[in-house]
């Protein structure tokens, strides 16, 4: 556990605005292929950039209340506290609205940002296992790590051994996103790698989840957390994308200088 870097630094933050920065130009790089300009794909970016900020704080705040006292450490983003699920919403939608705005297709762009979002994923999980958030539940396994004295494991758990639930999360997002990439060259339809990174992020997220430590009021029926439920409903609405009919709806049919 790293929180700081050469003293100063704020090991999650630099890595979640490494996932930023590569994020934005794998978009660039992507947009190309489709014909669309890099500065149509910088003002999205932009925008997605400071909602999923916002979303992903939000939604933490937002279901953390009493964590935060004064009420304005909820700003102090680099302490870390972030639900992922808040981020994702908020860029899709913003994504969505703009995209209409512009007459670009919805699922053109959602291609597009998909493989970038989930490498950062993987990037920004490293910085949440640096910080010592997100950890995992006590387990015994030969991969269990201790966390320090005063990391928010030991004040949880105490001196035990928990899962790295933020390194099964990372590994998980990096082999998404080649994954993302290996199966877009078998894709003949927009939306599919959209549809992809819903199905292959929700299971991850899903699977992940049972080793994760989350508060009793974060955990909801079947003793699932309130992530997995969520989830669920990305896996099958990507299932659902991937029928021809629902992406007509959202993007209509391939054009051809949509190929990559």
Known sequence: MHPELFGFVKSYGLMLSLSFALGMWLSVRRGQRYGIDSETILDLVFAVLVSSVIGVRALYVFTHLDYFSPWYRAFYLWDGGMTLYGGIVA???TV???TRRRGIPFLVMADIFSPGVILGIGITRIGCFMAGCCFGKPCSLGCAVHFPVDSPAWKQFGDVAV??????ASGGGFLAFGLLLLLERFSHRRGETFARFLVLYGILRFVVDFSRYYEDNAVMALGWSSNQWVSLILILAGVGLLIPG???ALGGAWHAKDKR
Not at 163 to 168: E, T
């Open 91 to 93: 860029a899709t939608a």
């Open 96 to 98: 969505w609205y703009l």
């Open 163 to 168: 899962h790295p639930s933020q390194l099964y």
């Open 246 to 248: 629902a992406r007509g």
